[in-house]
C-alpha cells in the first residue's frame, strides 16, 4: 500500500533541516512577503478513499488520483525552484522517526489514538463470551505491541487512515475474528490550510466547521510541533476558524472571514487572547450568501501585492444581493479590541485603506481564478490562465505570474491557495502606516457605530439584524405560534430564500433609508429563530442612572435561549456597559420575551402587553419598576381562529403619532375600550382586523431615516398589501413614509414579520 499510493523517492527530512527556517520567524505579517516555509500533503491514500464517493468526502466532483498527484508534485516543484521550502506532512510525521526513539514513540503514541478495535455486537453483546485473553486481544496493551513492531510508513498510514477493526468470539483457529475493517481516512487533508492560521504572533490552531475534517487539525498540530513551530493558540470547542479564511496584511492590519466555516467565538477568542498579533482587523462578514462555492475569504478575495487585491465582482457593491460587510476592530490604549467602523461595504473599505481591486468574474471564481498563492513581492502561483491574464494586464500588479493545470487537485473542492499552509514568512521590512493613515481619513464618511444623542424618544436611525443563516420552521416554537405554516421545502431550499430576502431587506434600511444596522451573525444552525432578535435584548438611553443600559430577557422554548450568544452581548457591551440581566429566570419557566411581549411608548415610558405564556406578568412589573415605566396590560388577544396570540408586536405597533393596533384581538371588552382610551389620547390609531393582523399589519416599527431625516414605517409587503387605502393614507397625512420590505419565506415559516427582525439600539 505505502509504495503504490506514497510515490515518495528520497525525501528524507531532519528536524534540523527546517530548524533554522523555523527559528528565525515562526510567524508570517504580509501575504506580500517572501514566503520561506510551507506544509503541504500530497493526495495518496486517504484521498483514494474520498474518491470513492466524492460528495461524501467533500469533493467537488470525480477525481483521478494519478493526474492529481501529478498536479501537486508539479506545484512543490515550482515552489522549490523558487527558493521556498517545502514540507510535506507525510515526511513530516516520518522526521527522525528511524534515528530517534523519542520521536518514534510519539509517533506511536499519536496512531494508537487513531486505531480503534471494537466488538461487533451486531449478533448479540460479545462481551460476556470474552475470556480474558480475549480482552487482552482488544486492550491497548495488545495495540501498543502491535504499532511497536509496525514500520514507520504503516504508523503513518494509521494515522491518515483512522482505521476501526471490528471483532468477534471465533469459533475455531484464533481466539478472535475480525468481521469488518472500516476507516475515517483524512482525505481533504491535501488542503492543509484550513486546519490552522498563521499570523504575526505565531500558529493558531483552528476548529474545522465539518465533522468530517475536524480530526485534521490533531494531525497537522502534531507535525508543526513537531517542526518547532509556536502554536499560540487553540480554538475552543464550539468555535470555527479556518485557515481560508485568513489574510495577514501587514503588522497592522488583518483580514479575517466570517461566515459559513469561520464564527464569532473563534474571532472572540483571536481577539481576547491577542493572536492576530495586529493592532487592526477587518472581519469580513459573509451575511447573505453562505454559499459552499464561496465557503471561505479565499474563495472570493486575495491579495495580489502590496496595494492590489482580486475581488469576486458579485460579492461587492450596495446593489449586491451576496455583497460582503466589513466590521473594523481597533486596540485601545487597553489593548483590548474595539469596533471602530462597522457594516462598511467590502469594496468600499478596500479603497479606503488604499487598496486596487481587480475584479473577476463568477466564470473565474469557478474555475478558482482566486484562489492563487502569493509567494512574495506580487509573485503568484495560478491555477487558471483566463483569470491570470486579466491580473497581468491589470498595471497595478508588478510581480511574476506563473500559471500552472491544477484542475484535478481541484476537483476534491479547492485550489492552490487551500493546498499550501504558509506557515514562515519574511518579516516586513517596514510597518505599514498607510493602512492606518487611510482608515483614519476615511472613518468619519461612515455612520457611526453607536446613535448619537438626539431629541428623539420614540424613534432612533440605529439598529441590530441577524441573518437568518440557520433559519427553518421551529418546531418548538410553533406549539404556541399560530402564525407559522410548516414546511413544504427543504431545510436549505428555505434557508437560501430567506438570506436572499434578507439581503434585499438590508438594502432597503441601508441604501434607501440611510438606516445605520449592525448586522450581527449568529452562526448557529440550532437556532432556527435568531433572525428575530429583538425578543432577547433591548438596549435604553439610561436606566436608573447609569448610563446606557443592555437588558437580557428569559425565552420560553429553549432553541431560543441559545440565541443569546455572548459575542453579539461583547459587541453592545461596548456601548452599553450597565447590564440588567433576567435571562436567569428560564430556569424556573419564566418568560419575558423582550419587545416582542413589549410595546413601548418611550417617550411617555409606558409599557404595553397582551398576557401570554411568553411574558410573565410578575417579571413584567419588576421589569416596570427598574425602568420607571407604567405597564398596561390588554389581557390576552385572540386571532382568527381562536388562538391565543402569542406576542403583543403582532397585535400593534406604536410610533412617534400613530399607533396600528388589532383593536378586536383583545378579548376583555373593557380591557379593550381602556386600551383604545389610553392610545387614543396620544396617537392617532389605525384599527386594523384580524385578517389584516395575520398578514402582518400590526408588525410593524417606526424608525428615523436619516436620507429623509424624517420617519419611515418599516412594514413587510404582505403588510403593505393588507392595509386599505384609507389606512394608508393616515400615514400620508402624518408625514411618515413606508418601507416596504418583502419577506414572505421569512413570515410564512417563522411566524414573524419585519418588527420582530429589528432590534433597536438607543
Known amino acids: 500500500m505505502a509504495h503504490h499510493f506514497h510515490q515518495q523517492g528520497d525525501r528524507r527530512l531532519s528536524i534540523s533541516h527546517v530548524s533554522t527556517v523555523v527559528s528565525s520567524n515562526s ?7 517572501m514566503a520561506r516555509l510551507i506544509m503541504v500533503h500530497e493526495p495518496d491514500m486517504p484521498a483514494f478513499m474520498g474518491a470513492l464517493h466524492p460528495d461524501g468526502s467533500l469533493y467537488e466532483n470525480p477525481v483521478d488520483l494519478r493526474k492529481a498527484q501529478k498536479e501537486h508534485k508539479h506545484l512543490v516543484s515550482v515552489l522549490e525552484k523558487n527558493h521556498v521550502k517545502v514540507v510535506r506532512v507525510r515526511d513530516i510525521l516520518r522526521m527522525d522517526c528511524e534515528e530517534n526513539l523519542r520521536e518514534r514513540l510519539k509517533l506511536e503514541r499519536l496512531a494508537m489514538k487513531n486505531l480503534s478495535y471494537k466488538l461487533d455486537n451486531r449478533e448479540g453483546d460479545q462481551s460476556s463470551l470474552l475470556s480474558e485473553h480475549d480482552r487482552y486481544l482488544i486492550s491497548d496493551e495488545y495495540k501498543e505491541k502491535i504499532v511497536s513492531e509496525m514500520s514507520i510508513e504503516q504508523i503513518v498510514d494509521i494515522i491518515l487512515t483512522n482505521p476501526t477493526i471490528y471483532l468477534r468470539k471465533a469459533d475455531l483457529n484464533t481466539a ?5 475493517i472500516s476507516f475515517s481516512p483524512l482525505s481533504n487533508l491535501v488542503f492543509c490550510r484550513d486546519q490552522q492560521i498563521t499570523t504575526n504572533h505565531g500558529v493558531v490552531v483552528g476548529q474545522l466547521n465539518s465533522v468530517t475534517r475536524a480530526p485534521e487539525r490533531i494531525v497537522t498540530k502534531f507535525c508543526l510541533e513537531k517542526l518547532g513551530m509556536k502554536v499560540i493558540g487553540e480554538i475552543p470547542e464550539g468555535g470555527a476558524l479556518e485557515g481560508g479564511d485568513f489574510f495577514p496584511a501587514g503588522t497592522d492590519l488583518c483580514f479575517i472571514g466570517l461566515g459559513l466555516r469561520t464564527n464569532w467565538k473563534a474571532v472572540q477568542y483571536c481577539f481576547d487572547n491577542d493572536l ?25 478575495w486575495n491579495i495580489v501585492h502590496r496595494e492590489t487585491c482580486v475581488v469576486l465582482e458579485n460579492i461587492v457593491g450596495t446593489d449586491s444581493e451576496q455583497r460582503r460587510l466589513v466590521d473594523l476592530f481597533q486596540k485601545n490604549a487597553n489593548g483590548v479590541y474595539e469596533l471602530v467602523m462597522h457594516d462598511v461595504e467590502f469594496s468600499e473599505f478596500l479603497t479606503s485603506i488604499g487598496y486596487h481591486a481587480i475584479h473577476l468574474t463568477n466564470r473565474d471564481q469557478q474555475n478558482y481564478g482566486l484562489n492563487f498563492l502569493n509567494i512574495g513581492d506580487g509573485h503568484l502561483i495560478c491555477p487558471d490562465m483566463e483569470s491570470a491574464r486579466k491580473i497581468a494586464k491589470d498595471e497595478h500588479g508588478t510581480g511574476k505570474i506563473e500559471v500552472i493545470d491544477y484542475s484535478h487537485v481541484s476537483r476534491m473542492y479547492g485550489s492552490i491557495h487551500c493546498s499550501t499552509q504558509v506557515i514562515s514568512r519574511e518579516r516586513p521590512k517596514e510597518r505599514n502606516e498607510l493602512r492606518k493613515v487611510e482608515i483614519n481619513q476615511h472613518k468619519g464618511s461612515y455612520p457611526p457605530v453607536w446613535p448619537g444623542a438626539n431629541d428623539r424618544k420614540q424613534t432612533t436611525d440605529s439598529i441590530v439584524m441577524c441573518p437568518p443563516s440557520g433559519f427553518f420552521f421551529n418546531y418548538q416554537t410553533a406549539s404556541d405560534n399560530s402564525f407559522m405554516t410548516a414546511p413544504v421545502l427543504t431545510k436549505s431550499q428555505i434557508q437560501k430564500m430567506a438570506m436572499k430576502e434578507y439581503s434585499v431587506f438590508h438594502q432597503l434600511l441601508t441604501r434607501d433609508f440611510g438606516i445605520n444596522v449592525h448586522v450581527a451573525i449568529n452562526g448557529r444552525i440550532d437556532t432556527p429563530d435568531a433572525v428575530f432578535l429583538n425578543n432577547w435584548f433591548s438596549t435604553h438611553e439610561d436606566v436608573e442612572g447609569k448610563g446606557p443600559t443592555l437588558i437580557l430577557y428569559p425565552m420560553k422554548h429553549p432553541s431560543r435561549s441559545k440565541e443569546r450568544i455572548p459575542e453579539t452581548i ?27 411581549v413589549f410595546v413601548l411608548d418611550r417617550k411617555r415610558k409606558v409599557a404595553y402587553m397582551c398576557e401570554s405564556p411568553r411574558a410573565d406578568a410578575k417579571l413584567a412589573k419588576e421589569w416596570c419598576a ?27 405597533g406604536i410610533g412617534s403619532t400613530v399607533a396600528v393596533v388589532c383593536l378586536s384581538s383583545i378579548v376583555n371588552d373593557q380591557k379593550r375600550k381602556e386600551f383604545a382610551d389610553k392610545l387614543g389620547a396620544t396617537h392617532q390609531i389605525i384599527d386594523i382586523s384580524k385578517e389584516q393582523m395575520h398578514s402582518f399589519c400590526g408588525n410593524v416599527i417606526e424608525l428615523f431615516s436619516p436620507k429623509l431625516n424624517g420617519p419611515v414605517f418599516v412594514m413587510s409587503e404582505t403588510a403593505y398589501r393588507a392595509f386599505n387605502t384609507q389606512q394608508l393614507a393616515v400615514f400620508s397625512s402624518n408625514n411618515i413614509a413606508i418601507a416596504k420590505a418583502s419577506i414572505p419565506v421569512i413570515e410564512t415559516y417563522g411566524g414573524g414579520g419585519v418588527r420582530c427582525c429589528i432590534a433597536e439600539l438607543y
Open 276 to 300: 492576530f498579533g495586529t493592532d487592526r482587523v477587518a472581519v469580513v462578514k459573509d451575511c447573505f450568501d453562505w454559499a459552499q462555492e464561496r465557503m471561505h475569504l479565499d474563495t472570493v
Open 176 to 180: 478472535l475474528s475480525s468481521t469488518s
Open 27 to 33: 510567524a508570517q505579517a504580509d501575504e506580500n512577503c
Open 570 to 596: 461583547a459587541r453592545l457591551k461596548q456601548r452599553y456597559q450597565n447590564v440588567i440581566d433576567f435571562s436567569g429566570s428560564e430556569k424556573e419557566g419564566i418568560a419575558l420575551e423582550g419587545t416582542g
Open 626 to 652: 427598574r425602568l420607571g415605566y407604567e405597564l398596561h396590560d390588554v389581557g390576552i388577544a385572540h386571532d382568527a381562529k381562536g388562538e391565543e396570540v402569542y406576542h403583543t408586536n403582532v397585535v400593534m
